[in-house]
């Protein structure tokens, strides 16, 4: 080994100030590009293509009587045209995924709430979503303007955005300018078809009731009070779930139940409707996209029973929508 | 913790480097060590605190066993170590064999042991050799340096105590009696230096060879028939992977440390540059080598007994070099396969009128057997490394479409765009830039080489050599290293642990 050479601490100081200075440039720099990045929909996530197309249909919509803020579990489970046909109302429904949570909705409704006043507004989320972390990166990526973020502290905001997937994402969406149409015919993102389908470890396992995040409720708190500034009604449903775990979590879902009343928001008795193993779709809380129509009826009903605005306009409908598959109501 | 995560960078590294930077102004070397020494176990404790007792017991017990060894009359010295270096083989043979063990009797013999699951302390294998090197020392010269502290920073010192490089006590513990006395910003430049291209070698190299390799070896795990072109890209991605990943813990390793002022021996010296099997593991592990050529190879004869004793003892060294990285035959037969190339290379190079291949043509023909031999120690079982030693030998087609998704989507979407199939040319480009770097880039101790980046073994390669490019404390050297370190944290999100953490 040859001989060290030597360095000042002088010297060295100022290297490493460099080095500093040159690395928190680095994350800054990044950090904004993939926040133009997501608020330009050009991330390649399917994620935040979604969550631009649902943007989208805001913003085009002439008049929104319902609203339907959610996760998968609503995208999968309820058809927003059914609904509209069944009640006479407008309704639209924006559904993001389980990644973007409460936190993703409240910003959603934010957006509906600046141009339009739905009457009803129901939030469907996936029945475990009470024990989920709060999701910054939904309130993050869904913000409009600054007041959006509710003074989120900054250093649970740049995690998601220092994150080099999103950029790889943009450079790999500029090499596929032309993608697929994101929705199938009922309004979301096509389930993975069976020869491929790898069933994705699923919230299948019962559910404890102690494993509810009280810090969870804070912007489920601000969608009811929401809610109630622009006079709306709101409705929570909770997602499928899959049996027998269902059933055999009924301590949890009296404690979620207390969870989302305790926020300001209506619970649709009946929900959430357990599962039986042939309803299951590619995760064990979607629904079947064949029985996609029967369960979104269901919800209807489900919904109804707390906001009767939901109630069926022509009673010859009901019939051939529900048919014996009520039994799946809890 | 793992060094690539941001709980290690983000928090316990710069609350240890300032309580570091605090207390060498107030207080002397003895507690800086017992700073450090609290922390590494803090480090260790984080992983699984279950581990953290075996890890103190272990060091409480080599040490109490150590000062028998030192104190005993000559006659019941020898019985002292026999009962250290047995109590820490049998530790290590609970832990990591035990299990592999009972699967044998089971298989074999109508015998059938019931072991519960059994954890792997992380770090055992490490922790164990520097140990029994360090009874063996006691044993041979009693007056070897017997500080407490020391000692148990010496094998816990959080750098090297979960992948290493297997340090020698006569390399450290000197050194830990005056810590503090560097000047703290150098060391603290120049370990970061060496840190980040660390961080750079697994981030951005180690884990995308790993794309490659781990689809391709779990399709022939599946029973799937790789072809030529990708078996051969399975083995070749997989020996950057493992040499990215194991270089870049080392480097981060000796970085580390050098930012509290020790220095670390050297691990790796470009060893896909050999020119021989025997040339390769003068560059490759280097610190495992000379444990195993200074406390097994040796004491079984050396080079001082006849020729087919020699061989057998090559062949012996380089079996248990094989298993212990880890219980199975996979690893066995890796051992032996290196055992048979290197006493094969002893007998070629023996020869009367012996003339060296040239350069070239050495290292290309050393280079390809080291990667086919990579393919059990990385293969789930031995019935799919014969498939993929099959593939490789063209048994089952040349394999021009890829048997597994293509594993870099930016590429392989800009490969389409170009109208060429994504999968193969992109790991083929991402393969030779591999190599590129493997065979004509300079290594960490050349980049370093005026700033002593970290100790030589005698007999083994230091892996220096004279380039041009070599790190200054400059400011746009400065700039470079921040933004690879900004760009290393800003991939955090995608944290793989090392390959040699389970060893």
């Given at each position: ?27 800054v720099?990044?950090c ?6 997501v ?18 249909k805001?913003?085009g ?7 339907l ?18 009640t ?15 936190e993703?909705?409240?910003?959603l ?40 973020l ?5 250093w ?52 404890d ?7 969870k409720?804070r ?13 709306a009604?709101c ?13 055999a ?7 979620a ?13 009946g ?7 042939e ?15 029967q369960?979104?009826e ?9 906001a ?16 014996t598959?009520?039994r799946?109501?809890? | ?23 060498r102004?107030?207080a ?18 984080v992983?699984d605190?279950?581990f953290?007792?075996?890890?103190v017991l ?14 005993a009359?000559?006659a ?20 990591k ?15 059938d ?16 050799f520097?140990q029994i ?37 006569r ?9 503090g006395?560097?000047p ?22 180690a884990?995308?060879f ?15 028939p ?12 997989y ?8 270089s870049?813990?080392?480097?981060m ?9 020790v ?19 003068r560059?490759w ?5 000379r ?47 290196h055992?048979v ?16 291949l ?7 023909l ?20 014969l ?5 490789m030998?063209?048994?089952d ?19 389409r ?16 830039l591999?190599l ?37 404390p ?6 470079l ?6 760009l ?8 793989s ?7």
């Open positions: 080994m040859s001989p060290s050479s030597s360095i000042s601490s002088s010297e060295a100081g100022r290297w490493l100030a460099v080095v500093a200075a040159a690395t928190l440039l680095a994350i720099a990044i904004v590009l993939n926040w133009w990045g608020s330009k929909g050009l991330v390649g996530w399917e994620a935040t293509r979604l969550q631009r197309e649902q943007l989208r805001i913003e919509a002439p008049r929104i009587d319902v609203v803020l959610g996760d998968s579990t609503l995208g999968n489970a309820i058809d927003a045209r059914a609904w509209s046909e069944a006479g109302l407008q309704v639209l429904a924006v559904p993001l995924t389980g990644r973007y949570g409460y993703g909705s409240l910003n409704l934010r957006r509906v709430a600046d141009r339009h006043r739905p009457q009803i507004v129901v939030v469907m989320q996936a029945l475990d979503m009470p024990t989920r972390r709060v999701s910054w990166e939904g309130l993050l990526f869904t913000a409009a303007r600054w007041s959006d509710d003074g989120a502290p900054l649970k905001l740049v995690p998601p955005l220092a994150n080099l997937d999103l950029t790889f994402g943009m450079i790999e969406t500029a090499a596929r300018p032309e993608r697929p149409v994101l929705f199938d015919a009922r309004g979301y993102v096509p389930q993975v078809p069976v020869k491929q389908r790898q069933r994705v470890a699923g919230p299948s396992e019962v559910l009731p102690a494993d509810i995040r009280p810090e409720q912007y489920l708190r601000e969608i009811g009070a929401l809610c109630e500034r622009i006079g009604r409705v929570y449903l909770h997602g499928p779930y899959p049996s027998p775990a269902c059933e979590s009924r301590a949890y879902r009296a404690a139940d207390r969870f989302v009343r305790g926020a300001g928001l209506d619970v649709a008795p929900t959430p409707i357990c599962l039986p193993a309803a299951v779709g590619d995760a064990e809380d979607h629904v079947h996209p064949a029985l996609k129509d369960y979104s269901l919800y209807r009903l489900a919904a109804a029973a707390v009767p605005e939901l109630r069926l306009r022509s009673p010859a409908v009901a019939g051939s929508r529900t048919g598959r009520a799946h109501l809890r | 913790m793992l060094f690539n995560s941001a709980e290690f960078l983000l928090i316990f590294l710069p609350v240890v480097v300032a309580l570091f930077a605090v207390v102004r107030l002397p070397a003895p507690v800086l060590v017992v700073l450090l020494l609290l922390a590494s176990l803090i480090f260790y404790g992983w605190w279950r953290l007792p075996v890890l272990s060091i409480a017990g080599n040490w109490l066993i150590a000062g028998r060894i030192a104190t009359p000559p019941q010295r020898r019985g002292w170590l026999i009962a250290g270096i047995g109590l820490n083989l049998a530790a290590l043979g609970w832990f064999y035990a299990l592999f063990v009972a699967g044998v009797l089971r298989d074999l013999t109508p015998l042991p019931a072991l519960g699951a059994i954890v792997l302390p992380i770090g055992i294998s490490f922790y164990t520097q090197a360090y009874l063996v020392d006691v044993g041979r010269d009693p007056a070897t340096l017997r500080d407490p502290l020391r000692y148990g920073l010496f094998v816990s010192f959080f750098p090297q105590l979960i992948a290493g490089p297997i340090v020698h006590h390399e450290v513990m000197p050194q830990l009696a005056g810590l006395r560097r703290l910003l150098p060391d603290l430049a120049v370990g970061l230096a060496i840190f980040t291209v660390g961080l750079v070698k697994k981030l951005w190299l884990d995308s790993a794309r490659i390799a781990t689809p391709l070896f779990a399709a022939a795990a599946d029973g799937e790789l072809g030529l072109i990708p078996a051969w890209a399975a083995a070749t991605a020996g950057l992977q493992i040499y990215f990943d194991f870049a813990y080392s480097d390793a000796i970085g580390l440390a050098r930012m509290f002022g220095l670390l021996p050297i691990n790796f010296a470009s060893p896909y540059k050999a020119t021989s099997v025997v040339d390769f593991w560059r592990h280097i610190t495992l080598s444990f195993l050529r200074d406390y097994l190879y040796i004491p079984l004869g050396g080079g001082r007994v006849p020729p087919w004793r020699r061989r057998v003892n090559v062949l012996l060294t380089m079996l248990l070099g094989g298993i212990w990285h880890g219980a199975g035959w996979t690893f066995a037969l890796w051992g032996a396969l055992g190339m290197i006493v094969i290379a002893q007998w070629w190079q023996a020869r009367p009128g012996h003339r060296p040239p350069d070239v043509p050495a290292r290309l050393t280079l390809t057997l080291v990667l086919a031999a990579w393919v059990p120690f990385r293969a789930a079982d031995l019935s799919t490394t498939a993929i030693w099959g593939s030998a063209g048994l087609g040349s394999g021009l479409t890829w048997p597994a998704p293509a594993p870099f989507p930016v590429l392989a979407a800009y490969a765009l170009l109208g060429i199939a994504p999968a193969l040319p992109a790991v083929l480009a991402v393969l030779a591999g590129t770097i493997v065979l004509a880039a300079p290594n960490t101790q050349t980049l370093f080489r005026d700033w002593t980046p970290g100790l030589t073994s005698q007999g083994y390669e230091s892996g220096i050599a004279s380039r041009r490019v070599a790190w200054r400059s400011a746009g050297q400065a700039a290293v921040g933004l690879a370190l900004g290393c944290l800003l991939k955090l999100n995608d944290v642990e090392f390959i040699y953490f389970q060893f």
